[in-house]
C-alpha cells in the first residue's frame, strides 16, 4: 500500500534521469570533482516516515541550504529586531554572490544570499568562531535529527578560492554591517557550507520547519513555530535566488537550493522533501532537482496555496466493529498527506486485519491525487491476500463510472459481509 506512493515518487524521479543538462559548480574546485549523474529524493511526512528513491544516501555538502538554518538560529538565539536590525527581507532580484547592500539601510537585502548568510553567521552570539561554528553545528545536527560531519577538502578548497566571498565581507564591513573580523566570519561561513548532507537528511531537515520547529524523529522542538514562519517566508522570496518568482509560481512551497546540488523544499503541516542532482542551472540552482520539485508539486498537488488547510488529521478513527475488519474513517479535505497516511497505516496494521473498510463519508474534499491514491488501495488489497470496502454515499473517491462498490454507511458493508458469511439454506 505505501508503494503506491513510493512507486509515484519513483515514476518522478524516473521522468528527469535522463536531463543531463547544466553544469557542476566548478567556481570551488572540489565540487567539480563529484559524479554529475548522482540524483537522488527523498519524502518526508510530518510525523517522519521516510520514503526515498534514487541515491537517498549520497553525501554531499550542504552549501547554501545552510543559509536559512543559521538565519533561524540566528532568529532563536537574538530574537527577530535583532535581527532586523541588520539584515532584511526583500527579494534581491540578484544572483547569491553579488556584491551589494541595501541602498537606504547599509544592509545585506536578505539571509539567502551570501551578502546576508555572512552576516547572519556574524549575528551568532559567541565568545569565538570554535564556538560559535559549534553551536551552528549543533543546531543544524538537531534540525536533521543526527550529528553531520564536515567536509574538509571542499572546506579547504572553499576557504582557498574564496576571493568572492572575501570581497563580500569586506564589502559588508566597510558598510559597518558586519562588526567581527571578515576573515574569522568568513571562516566559520566556509565550514558550514561544508557540512555534508544527504537528501534524505534534507527531508527531515524541511520536516522539522514543516513541523513548525520540532523535529518528529527525535521529538525535539529545536525552535520556536515563530522562527520558523520567518525562516520560511524568507525561504519563499528569497529561496531560489532571482528564480524565485518562477519556482513559487511553478512549485510553492519554501525552498533552499545549494551549489552542491541539494533543494530542500517544504509544505508546512504536511512534509519535507530533499532532492539531490549536482548538475546546476546558470542561478545556480539544481536542474534536476527543480524539476523534479516541480512535477513533486505539480503531480501529487503540493503547492501551498492550493493545500489550504492542514491535512494532517485526516485519519479520525480507526476501529474494529468485529475481528479481523478494521475501519478507518477520513475526515476533512484528502489531499497526498492525508492519503499516504490511510496507505500507511493500512499497510503497517495489515496483519490485524483481514478486511478493511474506508469511510469517506466525512471528506470534504479531495483532490486527484487522493482520489487516484485511495482508489488504487483496493485492488493492492486484494493483491494482498485481503478485502477492501468503500463507503462512499458521495462518490467522493470511486466516482460513477468506477468498478468499485459504493457502500452508504459501515452497517451496510457489515450486513453485506454477514449476509455472505451466512450459510445459503
Ligand atoms: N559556499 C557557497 C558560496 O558561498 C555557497 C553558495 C551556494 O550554495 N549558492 O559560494
Redesign the pocket.
Known amino acids: 500500500m505505501a508503494e503506491l506512493v513510493q512507486r509515484r515518487l519513483d515514476r518522478i524521479r524516473a521522468e528527469h534521469a535522463e536531463v543531463a543538462d547544466g553544469e557542476l559548480?566548478d567556481?570551488?574546485p572540489e565540487l567539480a570533482g563529484v559524479d554529475p549523474d548522482g540524483f537522488g529524493l527523498s519524502l518526508s511526512t510530518s510525523d517522519g516516515f521516510i520514503y526515498e528513491s534514487g541515491q537517498a544516501a549520497t553525501e554531499f555538502?550542504i552549501?547554501?541550504?545552510?543559509?536559512p538554518l543559521t538565519y533561524a538560529l540566528a532568529l532563536h538565539l537574538i530574537g527577530l529586531d535583532a535581527v532586523d536590525a541588520r539584515i532584511g527581507v526583500e527579494p534581491s532580484g540578484e544572483a547569491?554572490?553579488e556584491i551589494s547592500v541595501d541602498r537606504v539601510t547599509n544592509n545585506p537585502k536578505n539571509p539567502m544570499i551570501?551578502a546576508g548568510?555572512i552576516t547572519a553567521v556574524s549575528l551568532i552570539p559567541a565568545g569565538s568562531p570554535d564556538e560559535r561554528f559549534e553551536l551552528i553545528h549543533d543546531f543544524y545536527s538537531a534540525c536533521v535529527g543526527r550529528r553531520l560531519e564536515l567536509d574538509h577538502d571542499v572546506y579547504t578548497s572553499?576557504k582557498a578560492s574564496?576571493a568572492?566571498?572575501r570581497a563580500i565581507g569586506y564589502m559588508l564591513q566597510s558598510f559597518e554591517a558586519l562588526d567581527d573580523d571578515p576573515d574569522e566570519v568568513l571562516d566559520v561561513?566556509?565550514r558550514q557550507?561544508?557540512l555534508r548532507v544527504t537528501c534524505t537528511d534534507l527531508a527531515r531537515m524541511g520536516a522539522t520547519l514543516a513541523r513548525g520547529g520540532m523535529n518528529p524523529v527525535t521529538g525535539r522542538r529545536v525552535t520556536s513555530a515563530a522562527v520558523v514562519r520567518r525562516t520560511l517566508s524568507v525561504m519563499v522570496t528569497c529561496g531560489m535566488?532571482d528564480g524565485a518568482g518562477d519556482w513559487v509560481s511553478a512549485v510553492g512551497m519554501p525552498a533552499k537550493?545549494?551549489?552542491?546540488g541539494g533543494i530542500v523544499a517544504v509544505l508546512p503541516g504536511q512534509l519535507g522533501i530533499g532532492v539531490y542532482s549536482p548538475r546546476l542551472d546558470d542561478k545556480?540552482n539544481s536542474v534536476r532537482g527543480v524539476l523534479t520539485c516541480r512535477s513533486l508539486s505539480e503531480q501529487l498537488g503540493l503547492h501551498f496555496l492550493t493545500v489550504r488547510r492542514d491535512a494532517r488529521a485526516t485519519l479520525r478513527a480507526v476501529y474494529e466493529p468485529r475481528s479481523g475488519v478494521r475501519v478507518y474513517e477520513a475526515h476533512g479535505d484528502l489531499l497526498f498527506s492525508g492519503a499516504e497516511e490511510v496507505l500507511r497505516v493500512a499497510e503497517r496494521e495489515r496483519d490485524r486485519y483481514d478486511v478493511t473498510i474506508l469511510d469517506v463519508s466525512r471528506v470534504d474534499d479531495i483532490d486527484d491525487t487522493a482520489r487516484e491514491m485511495l482508489s488504487a488501495l483496493g485492488a493492492a488489497l486484494r493483491a494482498d491476500g485481503k478485502e477492501g470496502h468503500l463507503v462512499d454515499p458521495d462518490g467522493v473517491v470511486a466516482r460513477a463510472g468506477s468498478p468499485e462498490i459504493r457502500f452508504r454507511t459501515v452497517d451496510d458493508v457489515l450486513d453485506a459481509l454477514d449476509r455472505r458469511r451466512r450459510p445459503t439454506p
Not at 63 to 67: A, D, T, V
Not at 257 to 260: F, H, I, Q
Open positions: 559548480a567556481y570551488i555538502t552549501q547554501s541550504i545552510s543559509k547569491f554572490n551570501n548568510a572553499e574564496g568572492r566571498n561561513y566556509y557550507c561544508s535566488y537550493s545549494g551549489v552542491g545556480g
